[in-house]
């Protein structure tokens, strides 16, 4: 492949992500036609206080969850011992905050994963395996809820559109064809390295795999309950058909490289949900999802790394300043 053709397949897929924004937000726009702003926010207003706590519960806990993506990946690389619980919790937090909100997760949230681990001495090539093992643990969650959710989804609901069905059945084959792979894989090559450039990746253990699937469909499952308990007071729907359907929806907003899935997550909801619900209340629990789940993680988290980065910037003073007073003593005595 010439560097022509390469520096075209990545403008590409760069301006992909501006393209599916534009064709979601022309879809939303058609759905909610006939409703104002007024409805939408009367409809925020009407989620109960008591779903809205429980929201904030399950986001606290889903973000607990992400955290221990890094875990899982410190301890792939063998730097568990190094890190203190606090320090992997707030990167994980951080770096997921930040990622969700901003979209391409590898160069947001791994910006600021590097920056803090680097400070924690981790090498720079074992944060690269953390990034690329943290990236399976979660495709391994969404892929698995996928495909339960293929068989908890009534299909009917994706035979109103031709090009919903059809990427359901193959989004189905991808997910179930990787997920099969990727166990065979950690059979069959587990004592094994795979070099990437200069890294070389060990092949998980099975247990390793069926940890980080486990943790991913726990993430998944947590993030969904936040809809859910927003979207309950509107609509009648099974938390098995609705998780399915939720996955579905912010894999797609994964594949469209939208930040955030912003306007493709909403759209596969409100095509997916039946007629007869009032699409201005989805909307509304739509909303209210993303801000307890993107916003106001992103300004707590955001808030503790700013008061973190003070303490640290105060202790380094402090040092500086002690090594200025000592400096004097020591030349005297020469």
Known sequence: MSAKTKRFIKKLISYSGIFFFILAAGMLYWQLRNYSLRDIANAIMAIPLTNLALACVACLAGYFALALYDYLALNYVGENKKVSWWKWMLAGMLGFAISNNAGHAVVSGGAIRYRLYTRWRVRSGDIVKMLTLSGFTYFLGAAAIVVIGYFLVPHDIFNRSAGLSMGLNWLFGVCLAAIVAYFVMTVFFHNKTIKIAQLKFQVP?????????????????????????????????????????????????????????????????????????????????????RIIYYVLPLIGVGGLFFIYERWLRARMRRWIDDAKQKLPKFTTKK
């Open 205 to 289: 253990t099975t247990k390793m795999a069926v940890m980080q699937m486990g943790l991913g469909i726990t993430d998944s499952v947590l993030a969904g309950l936040v809809l859910y308990f927003c979207l309950a007071p509107f609509v009648d729907i099974p938390f098995g058909t609705f998780i399915g359907l939720f996955v579905i929806a912010q894999t797609a907003g994964v594949f469209s490289q939208v930040p955030g899935g912003m306007g493709v997550f909403e759209t596969v909801f409100l095509v997916a949900l039946p007629e007869t619900v009032d699409k201005a209340n989805i909307f509304g629990a739509l909303l209210a999802y």
